[in-house]
């Protein structure tokens, strides 16, 4: 019996951008992207770069307001949309738009599966997926689909990467955005895995002794944000890089100053630097090994002039170029 794919809750609109013509010299993101029909098939579905990217948004902030953060991070998805709209379209792929996923009345855990079900079938019909949250929520929806793809299911050792200030390993009662990678922990567990993660600008004084102890206990690998020169970072992700087969990246805003990106559930004292960041998402986009990527934590409410919404589309447009 043939199954239907899965959509998302809402389809997507029309991007929206500066006109400068429509010959391919004048072509900006919001003229570039498509919208993507379920069901359809990628021509690179070998695994093969240039594949095409189709974008998932992830309209939640439930698990910050479990974490007792500031709302707001349901809105991101839109916002991300409309700052890379505008931006100069160099990339040599194509790019679709598969719409939101929504989580409503506190349903976190169920979007997280519709979210991760979308994912997985994107993965599988051969495109890049890029998750546009949300609280750092979506992270947990992310691995949901990461981990139910065709890639993973055929023994492709999976390394998750999160850029951030925080571990995000509370263990908690209720899952929240503080607790997706102590859940994927326990669900690579049950599967008979164990997670390869690591950590790129933790902030030492934003991190108790017991998620230090956890990370420890996990053997979570991590470099502290005051320790992320240029040169550290880059050795730091080849070293995790020749570890994985299949990529997983996700961007907590949170890991830049607060200067850089202001518009977030926790804004950071120290940061890591963007052009450090910026680094490491072409090391990740030239290593052929990416699977999927999210960009998390982006609240619009508390954004000044949308830094911080930019911030994210130069980062995603960096890692799809």
């Known amino acids: 019996m043939e199954i239907s794919p899965t959509a998302a809750d809402i389809r997507p609109t029309p991007w929206t951008g500066r006109f400068d013509g ?70 040599d792929r194509e790019v679709f738009d598969a719409g939101d996923v929504v989580v409503e009345d506190g349903s976190l855990e169920a979007g997280q599966e519709r979210a991760g079900r979308v994912i997985s079938e994107l993965l599988d019909a051969g495109n890049l997926t890029v998750l546009l949250g949300g609280g750092h929520e979506t992270a947990f929806a992310s ?25 995000d390993l509370r263990d908690e009662p209720v899952p929240s955005s503080g607790t997706p990678f102590l859940q994927m922990t326990r669900a690579e567990a049950a599967a008979g895995r164990e997670l390869n993660y690591a950590v790129v600008g933790i902030s030492e004084p934003n991190n108790t002794r017991t998620l230090f102890d956890t990370a420890d206990r996990l053997g ?30 996700t961007i907590d805003l949170d890991v830049l100053p607060a200067s850089v990106a ?10 890591v630097p963007l052009p450090i960041i910026s680094a490491v998402c072409k090391q990740l986009a030239a290593s052929g090994k990416l699977l999927h990527l999210d960009v998390a934590e982006l609240n619009p409410e508390f954004d000044i002039d949308s830094r911080t919404a930019k911030v994210a589309a130069r980062l995603v447009n960096t890692l799809l170029g």
Do not use: M
């Open 22 to 91: 429509d010959g391919d010299e004048h072509r900006r993101w919001w003229q570039a992207v498509a919208p993507h029909t379920p069901g359809s098939v990628a021509p690179g579905a070998t695994g093969a770069d240039p594949r095409p990217a189709v974008v998932v948004g992830f309209r939640s902030d439930e698990g910050v307001r479990r974490n007792k953060g500031r709302i707001g991070a349901a809105a991101a998805p839109e916002a991300i949309r409309h700052a890379l709209g505008p931006l100069a379209f160099h990339l």
């Open 143 to 167: 691995y949901l689909g990461v981990a139910g793809s065709d890639a993973v299911a055929s023994g492709k050792r999976l390394g998750v990467l999160n850029l951030d200030a925080h571990f």
């Open 220 to 249: 979570v690998k991590y470099l502290l944000d005051e320790d992320c020169s240029a040169e550290a970072v880059q050795e730091f992700v080849t070293g995790f890089l020749d570890t994985v087969d299949a990529l997983y990246l």
């Open 262 to 271: 202001p518009g977030v559930s926790a804004p950071a004292v120290y940061g």
